[in-house]
């Protein structure tokens, strides 16, 4: 299984300073065929599901805030808030799509200061 | 708008079974791959088990190989989980989600778009 790594496990930053979160696969998840990163970000607020944030290592789900940006190939990926906002406090997880089992990181929780 | 809903939870002892359901609907629901995750309260997501998009191509993950069984009847737009054997590390929230790729298999490399609120599943004599 590809083991998903991240850090750190908790943040907290202050209203409009940037968070930066990272990732990382034990494995590449870079398919070279196509040039793609199977890896996407979700973002869980408390008592809500999962909702996706970034798909491809670094595409905006459509209506995602581009406050949210992403970067990152093979084995190494990132998630920044660019300026937090206090609707962005949330545990963010990536996860893996490139093999089954699709697997998960631990969860980064961000905070506010 | 897309929606999944989850049903079925209950508080079950050890070795019973359960069959949770998730109803769709605001997408065609025989054209896309569905998946059941898992989050124990306070801690990560674990992926359960997925089916294609005709219900022919199933995976499970090893924590329940064997012991759950992935369906789906396009018919009702419905997507089940028939638990069996229960264990007490079977209590979670389980969530049903939506694949993004257009009639994609369990495994197609794609994301998920969408995901149901979740429901609880309790194992405890």
């Known amino acids: 299984d590809i083991v998903m790594t991240q850090s750190p496990e908790s943040l907290a930053v202050s209203l409009g300073e940037r968070a930066t979160i990272n990732c990382k696969s034990s494995?590449?998840?870079?398919?070279?065929?196509?040039?793609?990163?199977?890896l996407a970000w979700y973002q869980q607020k408390p008592g809500q599901p999962p909702k996706l944030l970034i798909y491809l290592a670094s595409t905006r789900e459509s209506g995602v805030p581009d406050r949210f940006s992403a970067s990152g190939s093979g084995t190494d990926f990132t998630l920044t808030i660019s300026s937090l906002q206090a609707e962005d406090v949330a545990v963010y997880y990536c996860?893996?799509?490139?093999?089954?089992?699709?697997?998960f990181g631990q969860g980064t929780k961000v905070e506010i200061k | 708008e897309v929606q999944l809903v989850e049903s079925g939870g209950a508080l079950v002892q050890p070795g019973g079974s359960l069959r949770l359901s998730c109803t769709a609907s605001?997408?065609?629901?025989?054209?896309?791959?569905l998946h059941w995750v898992r989050q124990v309260p306070g801690k990560g997501l674990e992926w359960v088990a997925g089916?294609?998009?005709?219900?022919?191509?199933?995976g499970y993950g090893d924590s329940v190989k064997g012991r759950c069984t992935i369906s789906r009847d396009n018919a009702k737009n419905s997507l089940y989980l028939q638990m069996d054997s229960l264990r007490a590390e079977d209590t979670a929230l389980y969530y049903c989600a939506k694949d993004n790729l257009f009639r994609g298999y369990f495994d197609s490399s794609s994301h998920w778009d969408h995901w149901g609120q979740g429901i609880v599943v309790t194992v405890s004599s």
């Open positions: 494995q590449s998840v870079f398919y070279n065929s196509n040039n793609k990163n199977y």
């Open positions: 089916i294609s998009w005709q219900g022919h191509s199933v």
């Open positions: 605001g997408f065609t629901f025989n054209d896309y791959a």
């Open positions: 996860q893996q799509y490139y093999t089954i089992p699709r697997t």
